[in-house]
């Protein structure tokens, strides 16, 4: 392993992909090489092996109910792999669709239960006609970060134990437009509704990002 490349997985980054998610990956891209890393990314997808001593960074983003439906039938084989990932704290990034599957369900908005991977405990419940769509804004008080986006989902979800938001919501929905948390930290994990990219308008965070991939390839 050379301690000078940044080596991604991208998780069913050609099944969930939506509004450019994978725009993360670019900003990061190029933060990582200013600061001198190389970055390689692999696609991970059905059928295919998560290897967890693999990665260093592992990112989720969000799709349609109809791709969440396949990928939750699939990821299940990779659950294990996932969480041993997580739980040694492996930097993972998840967004919207990919945020409510590292979770324990979604109820999709026809009412159908699609099951997450349980790796953290929250879960997420359907609205009827209703989706959260908007400028997002919200409050970090452990890092005094702000961060922007944009969220388009049915989904409410609420946290469960041992799991902190991203922030708190000063402007938009969140999580599920009542208790006021936005995304999610769980050990190195960022999970998140925000599409937009997240990264390229949030660079407080992408800093944030490489520094935790930085040192969690030191430990090891
Ligand atoms: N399909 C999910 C929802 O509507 C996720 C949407 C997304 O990833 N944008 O809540």
Redesign the pocket.
């Known amino acids: 392993m050379t301690n000078d490349k940044i080596r991604v997985c991208h998780l069913y980054g050609n099944l969930?992909n939506?509004?450019g998610d994978n725009g993360n990956l670019l900003i990061l891209e190029y933060f990582a090489k200013k600061r001198g890393l190389d970055f390689d990314i692999q696609l991970v997808s059905i059928y295919e092996d998560f290897n967890a001593d693999n990665f260093d960074f592992v990112f989720f983003g969000?799709?349609?109910?109809y791709e969440?439906q396949i990928v939750s039938r699939d990821i299940q084989s990779k659950k294990e792999a996932l969480i041993h990932y997580i739980e040694n704290d492996g930097v993972f990034l998840a967004?919207?669709?990919g945020f409510?599957l590292l979770g324990e369900y979604?109820i999709?908005?026809k009412g159908e239960k699609i099951e997450g991977i349980h790796a953290l405990p929250h879960y997420?419940v359907s609205q009827d006609n209703n989706?959260f769509i908007g400028e997002v804004e919200i409050f970090n008080q452990e890092f005094n970060e702000t961060y922007y986006g944009f969220e388009?989902?049915?989904?409410m979800t609420y946290l469960g134990e041992g799991e902190r938001p991203l922030g708190q919501v000063k402007v938009g929905y969140g999580n599920n437009g009542k208790d006021q948390t936005e995304g999610v930290i769980y050990k190195n994990v960022i999970g998140s509704y925000f599409?937009g990219p997240l990264l390229s308008r949030n660079e407080n965070l992408t800093h944030r990002i490489l520094d935790m991939i930085v040192a969690q390839k030191a430990k090891v």
């Not at 388009?152 to 989904?155: E, F, K, L, P, V």
């Open positions: 969930l939506t509004y969000g799709g349609q109910d969440q967004i919207c669709g409510q979604y999709s908005a997420t989706r388009n989902h049915n989904g599409h």
